[in-house]
């Protein structure tokens, strides 16, 4: 089992930046990809960026490409968000996911999820 805790979501005005953070614990995922989603009110859960355990795959949603960066350093067990030029329309909860094997935009593909933290961008 993993567990994933996310932190550093809050207010911020639009044109700022946040970077967010997840900790996972627990079982061992060394192929897993990891992933951010994000769901505003009223709306469905959807891609914002993930990344594969190595690395070599990274991919973003148009809606964020350029201005967020994911990382993660796999010997902390982490994978952190950037979040810059923020705009209000990125206004959501985010979430940390991770997937025993390769994943894609998909929230299907990904077994373990945070609980969320939220990101509020004022205009």
């Known amino acids: 089992q993993v567990q994933l805790v996310e932190s550093g979501g809050g207010l911020v005005q639009a044109g700022g930046s946040l970077r967010l953070s997840c900790a996972a614990s627990?079982?061992?995922?060394?192929?897993?990809?990891m992933g951010w989603f994000r769901q505003a009110p009223g709306k469905e859960r959807e891609f914002v960026a993930a990344?594969?355990?190595?690395?070599?795959?990274?991919n973003y949603a148009d809606s964020v490409r350029g201005r967020f960066t994911i990382s993660r350093d796999n010997a902390k067990n982490t994978v952190d968000l950037q979040m810059n030029s923020l705009k209000p329309e990125d206004t959501a909860v985010y979430y940390c996911?991770?997937?025993?094997?390769?994943?894609?935009?998909?929230?299907?593909?990904?077994?373990?999820w945070g609980q969320g933290t939220q990101v509020t961008v004022s205009s």
């Open positions: 990344r594969s355990w190595s690395g070599g795959i990274t």
């Open positions: 996911a991770a997937a025993r094997t390769n994943a894609g935009i998909s929230s299907a593909q990904y077994q373990y």
């Open positions: 627990g079982r061992a995922f060394s192929s897993a990809t």
